[in-house]
Every structure is written in structure tokens, then in C-alpha cells.
């Protein structure tokens, strides 16, 4: 059974840093793509970030960037998200999401995890 499992949310204040992990079980990181999404209260759920697996150039939603990065370990099973200056408009759930392709509109991801809430406070 395939789960990926979310950490590092909580409260911080706006211009505050939060580093998430995720960290997938009964799934090989290795030659996988993955990408980070997150769903501000009563809003769809949103693009923030996708890394090949190479590793190589990763995306990032336009919002983010600058602010924002994506990096893995495979050894570990593990992908991360850096985030700095954080805004108060950046609270919301982030979820991480594995074996994921590009499409028309964005990414289409197989595995997803449940979340982690990130609260941004004024």
C-alpha cells in the first residue's frame, strides 16, 4: 500500500519560513516525478511545485518563485519544500503527490498524501 506522508506545517508568521517534508512508504521515490500542490480554505486545489526525477530544473507556480524550493532525496524517500517569506494569503493545506505528469493544464499525480496545514498569521 502506497502511502506519502506529510510534515513540517504549523504556524508562522507572514515573512516566516517552514520547510515541509514528505515521505513516501511503500513507494520508490527513484525515478519518479513529484510535486507539491496546496488548497487555501474554500478554494480549488493549487499548483506549487514539481520535480522531475532527475532533479532536474524543477517548476514552480509562478506565485512561488523566488521563494520557494523543491528538492528530494531518494535514498531517503523524501521530497521537500522550502518555503521563505511567507504570506499571510499562503495559508492553506499542502499536500505532496507522487508519479506525477505533466498534461494540457498542469500535472496528473497517481499518489497523494493527506496534508499538512500551514497557517500564515499577520
Known amino acids: 500500500q502506497v502511502q506519502l506522508v506529510e510534515s513540517g506545517g504549523g504556524l508562522v508568521q507572514a515573512g516566516g519560513s517552514l520547510r515541509l517534508s514528505c515521505v513516501t512508504n511503500?513507494?520508490?521515490?527513484?525515478?519518479?516525478?513529484m510535486a507539491w500542490f496546496r488548497q487555501a480554505p474554500g478554494k480549488e486545489r493549487d499548483f506549487v511545485s514539481f520535480?522531475?526525477?532527475?532533479?532536474?530544473?524543477?517548476s514552480y507556480a509562478d506565485s512561488v518563485k523566488g521563494r520557494f524550493t523543491i528538492s528530494r532525496d531518494d535514498d531517503k524517500n523524501e521530497v521537500y519544500l522550502q518555503m521563505d517569506s511567507l504570506d499571510f494569503e499562503e495559508t492553506a493545506v499542502y499536500y505532496c503527490?507522487?508519479?506525477?505528469?505533466?498534461?494540457?493544464?498542469?500535472?496528473?499525480?497517481?499518489?497523494w498524501g493527506l496534508g499538512t496545514q500551514v497557517t500564515v498569521s499577520t
Open positions: 503527490a507522487a508519479d506525477c505528469l505533466p498534461n494540457i493544464v498542469g500535472y496528473d499525480c497517481r499518489y
Open positions: 520535480i522531475k526525477w532527475t532533479a532536474y530544473r524543477p
Open positions: 511503500g513507494f520508490k521515490m527513484s525515478g519518479y516525478n
